[in-house]
């Protein structure tokens, strides 16, 4: 097959002041590409063809390449992993594609996550926000055997499906407003289906919100993009629970 | 090279509390006062920091990714092994101890891996304890399931995705830290190299990959724990990133390296499908607990899987290995694939591949049940490859996972440079010439939560807390150092792209030093690295520049040092004239059958680098066995 | 009142307000549209009536003048702020937006906010202040028992004689039903109630509500347009 890329180039990193920083779309032609290449080794033979050339290959975020680490993603023909349901960048393969398409490429787009290279951003306001309390205060040590708390399965479930998260980003990218809240939601719907996150609910809430406000991510209009793209399949449920569980710790502040 | 490995005298289920102690303590008011660097954040590198930080030491930690999340544990999809013995099978401390020295072809050390099992279960707590979902059953306790190379069901799992339910757990105990200020953490930067002063491990430096900036970092004491060198072989299921960097660098600065021909070839893997291939993608040995593992019994079969009537079929492992059957380790279910392979029976264009089938259990359980046991890796399966495995069987072929050889560290988890220590993967301890699954989280977590935090303090009691900062001539000597070849990379200019070297590179190690590996093969692999490692730094094409993001730079660094790392591991399989575990020659089998050699090659093999590879020493530390006793390890 | 301030000035504190506000609103409009329902018997006495009722509350009448505009101002100014701050949460557009599964009402609720907004203010000059610019003229009084009160009857039915007016009041609760069917689902999400079983109740109820009352307003047009009213159709007495 053969594709027509528009990417976004830009060589230095945006800062708070200039956020595009002389970045522009470069239109790339790449043949020999093959159904069965993943989205991002399709990347990589264009890269090969650029520096065969002479040209900066283009920069992009990936490691494991089996959709768990969350370091790829990239806005594609404006949707976040692009058009499969529930995949990421690194698990699409171009069999999705049709042979001659143009295919727009694009870095995650939001304040909180400036461009460092092309399509590289930097997520550490993701980071920050774990930080300032998505943690149970426990130490190393000697706790009570597992088997102590018994969980009742259709929270641990719940818990599990808020747990998958991999932090790609794609929840920031897609959401109109670049609001964090399936993030930081998932974050909280975790532990507050958890019998062991129950102790510090209220500060949890209370500090990952303060903190996600403080990134400067945008507010939720209930839009479900989000929800569309997360490739873990997160659902809205835990923006729901990050309310409750907020206006909870607010009602109770002292 | 001092090989003592320390080990507590005394009965072997006594050994650790012995150390812990004999251990001499650092007061309280003093650990603020000592720097520990931790260089990496998987399950080993993040448990570490954490640990130490909660402990009250200041620790300063780095990765490569943009997030210590994303660290490559993450993909770890099986469980997690602990005696606790809830299905009440028989599992013991005991047990897991002698099944993983078994399971490690006799070529662990014993003191190691029973602490390994001792630790096993204060693991699970930990874990659950921080809000690990790990999976349930219906009365709310944890639920468990058998693995390759057990006869018990002691795995803990949290559906396919163990590893990142782990690593979350280490990572947000981590990132408490870096919120309480006591853990420094640096995203995006490499370590480039090791600094030691007057012997001892004080530092590291750096290269930040947005800025490009090299920097210094001193400190008491360095903890490695960055993985594994899978990624020599270039398709492997490491993430893209792994890379032998740190370990080779100390390696070059004086660590003694164990073992580095043990490799793991995993049986379940996606097979490749063209050459643009650039990772492989594992299926969950979990599968293996449902799927049946067959090919065609004729040769050149060309018939589709459905067509091929149930006595036309060989189920080779049920057939060679009747107790253990889809279950046999993974060393034997690889070898096993390979030889049906050999023999002409592979399936698919190709011919490297066997079928994974699911039709018995579908029928005996019900799609729904296999559904809610694999369901995402089904699913995963689905995406890259377009067919339904739910219809058809999978297709898998073995694939480079995990390396068991690495840094070679006494029982402390110290290397033979006083002050650096390595856990996890990046060690060679615990798993011989074979690691069992879902012994890897068990390692990683073991020695940064419970094993390193304790014996470091052993190390710094000795030592004047911040005796030397970056200010040292040795810091501007190693970065000098690390920014010379950075430019050299840089200034080759040649023609041939860092991505074709390691194709080329890759390719040489499957065939010389893969899953089976002979004399011949090694000698040629040994006379072919050195030339290419020449023509790389001649041809090798890096654009950019150093000061920015330049990942074909990051890129060139790391292949750079496979090329020296793969001649030594090649050295090393050649130098072990028997076949154990993972490392399989050719010359030394019955009937198919590794045949190890115990009276000459019960050791671990330790290599110092004096210059040049080639010339690099080999070193013996002698592995005694005063607790399981050396068998064939049969099993059928 | 400063952990009120602190809490609205929170992303979740600040949706908060938009729901609470938004549900008081709608409690509004649905007592607005029942009131004027009344039009629908025929009888001009029947609204004339309930408009003498409402005018004799006297200070309890700007009580809740009062207190509605001040919900109603904080909904907009919240919405400002919310819609400020998304605004630069984005500062670079993507060259090539896309959308998979968010609804036109949800992407346009700062558009259909303020067109409500603006019907406000015109509906209030309409006819509250009735400016002479636009409202039309209409017999002021009429006598009710033994005391004359303002024609309400007559002030609608006259301006409702005019096409124009009709079709911009149709318009309006178009935009209206936007911004109802997205906002009332939403402000169940914003308050924590979702559940598998009762989401998409909600979700069918928000939008057979906003149906409801954007129908039932233009109902009230249309029937005084075309002078037909629920006698003529049998249905009431």
């Known amino acids: 097959m053969k594709v027509k890329l528009h990417i976004w180039r830009q060589s230095k990193k945006s800062t708070r002041k200039d956020f595009k920083q002389d970045g522009k779309m470069v239109c790339y032609e790449v043949d020999h590409v093959s159904p069965d290449m993943s989205f991002l080794e399709m990347l990589d033979v264009l890269n090969e063809d650029l520096i065969r050339s002479g040209e900066e290959p283009v920069a992009f975020d990936h490691d494991c390449r089996e959709g768990i680490c969350g370091s790829c993603g990239v806005m594609i023909d404006g949707v976040a992993h692009g058009p499969e349901k529930g995949t990421t960048t690194c698990q699409l393969h171009m069999r999705s594609f049709q042979d001659g398409a143009e295919i727009y490429i694009e870095p995650w787009r939001a304040s909180a996550f400036p461009v460092i290279r092309d399509l590289v951003v930097d997520r550490a306001a993701f980071d920050r926000v774990v930080q300032s309390g998505a943690y149970i205060s426990v130490n190393t040590g000697a706790p009570q055997d597992a088997n102590a708390i018994p969980i009742p399965k259709p929270d641990a479930d719940k818990a599990f499906d808020a747990a998958t998260c991999i932090g790609c980003g794609a929840c920031v990218a897609s959401c109109k407003n670049a609001s964090a809240m399936l993030f930081v939601g998932a974050k909280i719907s975790h532990f507050a289906h958890l019998p062991q996150g129950k102790v510090e609910r209220e500060q949890r809430a209370r500090n990952l919100v303060e903190q996600m406000d403080e990134e400067g991510f945008g507010n939720c209009t209930n839009q479900y993009e989000c929800e569309a793209v997360c490739p873990k399949e997160i659902p809205i449920r835990v923006i729901a629970d990050m309310n409750r569980e907020f206006l909870r710790a607010k009602a109770k502040e002292e | 090279m001092n090989l003592d490995a320390r080990i507590p005298d005394g009965p072997i289920q006594d050994k650790w509390d012995t150390r812990k102690f004999q251990l001499k303590l650092v007061n309280p008011a003093n650990k603020r006062k000592y720097r520990i660097i931790v260089v990496g954040s998987g399950l080993a590198g993040a448990s570490a920091a954490a640990s130490l930080a909660e402990l009250g030491y200041a620790v300063d930690c780095f990765c490569y990714q943009d997030s210590p999340r994303r660290a490559h544990s993450i993909a770890a999809q099986g469980g997690i092994n602990a005696a606790k013995n809830y299905r009440n099978d028989g599992d013991s401390i005991w047990r897991l101890f002698y099944d993983t020295v078994k399971g490690g072809d006799f070529r662990a050390r014993e003191a190691n891996v029973y602490r390994l099992a001792q630790c096993s279960v204060n693991i699970i707590d930990q874990a659950v304890a921080q809000g690990v979902p790990f999976a349930r059953d219906y009365s709310g306790l944890l639920d468990n399931r058998s693995f390759g190379g057990a006869q018990v069901s002691r795995t803990f799992y949290a559906r396919g995705q163990t590893g990142q339910q782990l690593l979350l757990g280490a990572y947000a105990a981590l990132s408490r830290q870096i919120g309480l200020g006591t853990v420094t953490m640096y995203n995006r930067s490499e370590m480039l190299d090791l600094v030691k002063v007057d012997g001892h491990a004080k530092g590291v430096v750096v290269r930040d990959l947005v800025s490009g900036e090299v920097r210094s970092h001193a400190a008491d004491a360095v903890i490695i724990a960055t993985g594994g060198y899978g990624n020599v072989f270039y398709l492997s299921t490491n993430a893209k990133g792994c890379n032998v960097t740190a370990a080779w660098r100390a390696h070059k600065q004086g660590a003694g390296f164990a073992n580095p021909c043990y490799t793991q070839i995993h049986p379940t893997c996606i097979p490749v499908s063209g050459d643009h291939q650039s990772k492989l993608t594992l299926m969950s040995e979990s599968l293996r607990n449902d799927g049946r593992v067959w090919v065609s019994k004729k040769q050149g079969d060309k018939r589709l899987a459905h067509e091929i009537p149930n006595d036309e079929r060989d189920y080779y492992l049920e057939r060679k290995y009747p107790s253990f059957g889809n279950l046999a380790p993974r060393d034997i279910a690889s070898r096993a694939a390979k030889e049906v392979c050999d023999d002409g029976r592979g399936i698919g264009d190709t011919g490297l591949g066997v079928y994974l089938d699911f039709r018995d259990s579908i029928e005996r359980l019900g799609e729904p049940a296999i559904k809610a046991r694999y369901g995402n890796l089904f699913h995963m399966y689905q995406k890259i490859t377009a067919e339904n495995p739910y219809k058809q069987p999978m297709r898998i072929f073995p694939a480079v996972h995990y390396t068991m050889g690495g840094l070679w560290v006494d029982y402390d988890l110290q290397s033979t440079i006083p002050g650096m220590f390595v856990c996890g993967e990046a060690n060679f301890s615990d798993h011989g010439a074979n690691r069992l699954g879902a012994s890897a989280l068990m390692q990683g977590l073991c020695d940064g939560y419970f094993v390193v935090p304790y014996t470091i303090g052993g190390y710094l009691a000795g030592q004047r807390p911040g005796a030397v900062d970056t200010n040292h001539p040795e810091f501007r000597k190693v970065e000098q150092e690390v920014e010379d070849r950075t430019k050299r990379l840089l200034a080759v200019k040649g023609k041939r792209t860092v991505d074709d070297f390691h194709r080329l590179l890759g390719k040489t190690m499957w065939d010389g030093c893969g899953m089976a590996r002979n004399k011949a093969g090694l000698e040629q692999a040994i006379r072919d690295i050195p030339v290419m490692r020449e023509e790389f730094w001649q041809d090798v094409k890096v654009l950019g520049s150093a000061e920015t993001m330049n990942q074909s730079l990051e890129k060139a660094g790391r292949v750079a040092d496979f090329l020296e790392f793969g001649e030594l591991m090649c050295r090393d399989a050649l130098a072990r004239e028997e076949s154990c575990g993972g490392h399989f020659r050719e010359e030394h089998e019955i009937e198919g059958e590794a045949k190890r050699d115990d009276e000459n090659f019960a050791h671990a093999a330790v290599w110092e680098h004096t210059g040049e590879i080639h010339n690099s020493i080999r070193h013996q530390e002698e592995l005694v066995f005063d607790n399981v006793k050396l068998a064939v390890r049969s099993y059928k | ?237």
Request: aromatic content about 10%; glycine content about 8%.
């Open chain 3, 1 to 237: 009142m400063s952990w009120l301030l602190s809490f609205w000035r929170s992303s979740i504190g600040g949706k908060v307000t938009m729901a609470v506000t938004g549900l008081m609103l709608f409690g509004f409009v649905v007592v607005h549209m029942l009131g004027n329902l009344q039009f629908l018997f025929a009888e001009p006495e029947k609204i004339n009536s309930y408009a003498k009722m409402l005018h004799d509350l006297g200070p309890l009448l700007w009580v809740a003048r009062i207190g509605l505009l001040s919900v109603f101002a904080l909904h907009v100014t919240t919405a400002i702020r919310l819609s400020r701050a998304n605004r630069s949460a984005r500062p670079v557009a993507y060259q090539r937006p896309g959308t998979v599964q968010a609804s036109m009402a949800s992407r346009s609720m700062v558009l259909s906010g303020f067109s409500v907004l603006g019907f406000v203010i015109y509906h209030l000059l309409h006819f509250t202040l009735e400016v002479p610019a636009i409202t039309p003229e209409f017999e002021a009084q009429v006598k009710i028992g033994e005391e004359f009160t303002k024609n309400v009857h007559s002030m609608v039915k006259t301006s409702f004689d005019n096409w124009y007016i009709v079709s911009a009041y149709a318009v309006f609760q178009v935009i209206l039903f936007l911004h109802l069917s997205h906002g009332m689902q939403s402000l169940a999400q914003t308050l924590g109630l979702q559940h598998k079983r009762y989401t998409p109740i909600i979700k069918l109820t928000s939008f057979g509500l906003a149906l409801v009352i954007a129908g039932g307003n233009m109902l009230i047009a249309l029937s005084v347009k075309l002078d037909r009213f629920l006698p003529d159709l049998g249905l009431v007495g």
